[in-house]
């Protein structure tokens, strides 16, 4: 695709539920990261995944947090049980390679828990 | 582990003026890259600017301009002839040149608003 594309563009769930959060990056990137930007706040890593690599997973908070990508391309991030703190924009962004600094970032997913 | 600061959450600028974004880190490395990243209301983060630690001279994209000062560990933004389309969150960030990985250290934010 042109750009880096997430869905959906907001969520708004109920506390204790799961949501899954979907990231598709630029073709042919195979750098794909996930940051969480918490109101006021920067951004937050969370993980990446480089091609066929065993994923960096040091930033996810809790193991209610969890994140896969599938053949190389799509990734989904997934929350399970969530809770009001978990509320916050998701960022997913994509990069050439491991070892390029430029990355590209989607629109994010918005996430409200009550 | 490496922080960043931006210490001013607000600031605003009159249209076709200039005005300057300051951002200060901590590391304990020598080789790095720092970057200045823009957000606008469509949440999506896009790259302004970008500076090797290793590089002495600093960088300009056009009207986009940093001053790098290593020995401080000052990283500021100067925008010149500002444009309401620059107003968004400015955000300053730092990725170690050692690690795997474009793992960016983002700062707070500053939010800029540009007034006509």
């Known amino acids: 695709g042109a750009g880096v594309s997430q869905s959906p563009s907001n969520k708004v769930t109920e506390k204790g539920k799961d949501v899954e959060l979907r990231c598709d990056p630029i073709?042919?990137?195979?750098?794909l990261y996930w940051y969480r930007q918490s109101l006021g706040q920067g951004l937050e890593f969370l993980i990446y995944?480089?091609?066929?690599?065993?994923?960096?997973k040091s930033g996810l908070p809790s193991d209610r947090f969890s994140a896969e990508r599938t053949g190389g391309s799509v990734s989904t991030l997934t929350i399970q049980r969530t809770q009001q703190e978990d509320s916050a924009v998701y960022l997913c962004?994509?990069?050439?390679?491991?070892?390029?600094?430029?990355?590209?970032f989607g629109s994010g997913t918005q996430l409200s828990v009550l | 582990a490496q922080t960043v600061t931006q210490s001013q959450p607000e600031m605003s600028v009159q249209e076709a003026e200039t005005v300057t974004l300051s951002c200060t880190y901590d590391t304990s490395e020598s080789d790095y890259y720092l970057f200045w990243y823009k957000q606008p209301p469509s949440r999506q983060m896009i790259l302004v600017i970008r500076q090797e630690a290793y590089k002495q001279q600093n960088a300009t994209e056009n009207r986009f301009s940093v001053n790098f000062q290593k020995a401080a560990k000052s990283f500021s933004l100067k925008i010149s002839d500002s444009q309401l389309g620059d107003a968004a969150m400015y955000f300053c960030a730092y990725r170690s040149a050692r690690t795997s990985g474009s793992r960016l250290t983002f700062g707070e934010g500053t939010q800029l608003t540009v007034n006509p």
């Open positions: 073709s042919g990137h195979t750098a």
């Open positions: 995944f480089q091609g066929n690599s065993a994923p960096d």
């Open positions: 962004a994509s990069s050439p390679d491991l070892f390029n600094e430029k990355l590209f």
